[in-house]
């Protein structure tokens, strides 16, 4: 089966830690994306990434930081610096990141402060 | 920067009827418009896309249509039935240096009362 697998489904983050929420996808896609979700917002953009090896910050990237070592795998940390972790978020994929290319989603990681 | 609204934040119709959800936004008119489905709890997956210079676009039951003169799209499942009870979100994508910049809006619960 192709797609998108987030890991793990729930996080709990203690005060002053950092945590890292996995994403791995099979579908070959250069692209991939980072999103956060809030109750009555829309899915805002953390990060993005083109190719492997390069990334650029989306328009809330304070508080975070990823890496792109392997075109499968696009893990977010969530940096102690983010005072307001508590959310959904949501890792994607496209082909190549041109516009209009559809967004696969992974299931999601519910990440919840102790 | 983008705005979108999306019509209300909750729609509920009966069996069988046609459900209509509102997707305005501002500014600058997108390359491309897309509507995607949300589950409780799961990450979206998308539905159809329609480009700026369509009209209309449509799949099985699903119509989307796109004026660029209202900065409007709708979005109608026809013959609802209670497995369309969902968030739909509308995402706006236009071309950023390069790459896919998609705005989303905060979505529509859709309830399909039997």
């Known amino acids: 089966d192709g797609g998108i697998t987030q890991s793990p489904k729930y996080l709990f983050r203690k005060e002053g830690q950092n945590v890292t929420l996995s994403c791995e996808q099979n579908?070959?896609?250069?692209?991939m994306y980072w999103y956060r979700q809030d109750p009555g917002q829309g899915l805002r953009l953390i990060y993005y990434s083109q190719i492997v090896n390069d990334f650029q910050k989306g328009d809330i990237a304070e508080g975070y930081s990823v890496s792109r070592e392997k075109k499968e795998s696009f893990p977010l940390t969530v940096t102690s610096a983010q005072k307001n972790p508590t959310a959904f978020y949501l890792c994607a994929s496209s082909k190549t990141g041109a516009s209009g290319e559809t967004q696969y989603f992974g299931p999601g990681t519910r990440l919840l402060v102790l | 920067s983008q705005k979108i609204e999306q019509n209300s934040e909750a729609l509920n119709i009966q069996e069988g009827k046609t459900a209509t959800l509102t997707c305005n936004y501002t500014?600058?008119?997108?390359?491309?418009l897309q509507w995607y489905r949300q589950d409780p709890g799961r990450g979206p997956v998308f539905l159809l896309l329609?480009?700026?210079?369509?009209k209309e676009k449509r799949k099985e039951r699903l119509k989307v249509t796109f004026d660029t003169t209202l900065k409007q799209s709708l979005f109608h499942i026809t013959a609802s039935q209670p497995a369309d009870s969902a968030t739909y979100l509308c995402?706006?994508?236009?071309?950023?240096?390069?790459?896919?910049?998609?705005?989303f809006g905060t979505g529509t619960k859709l309830q399909v009362i039997p």
């Open positions: 579908l070959n896609h250069d692209a």
């Open positions: 500014n600058y008119s997108p390359a491309y």
């Open positions: 995402a706006l994508s236009i071309d950023s240096g390069g790459y896919q910049k998609v705005t």
């Open positions: 329609i480009r700026e210079n369509e």
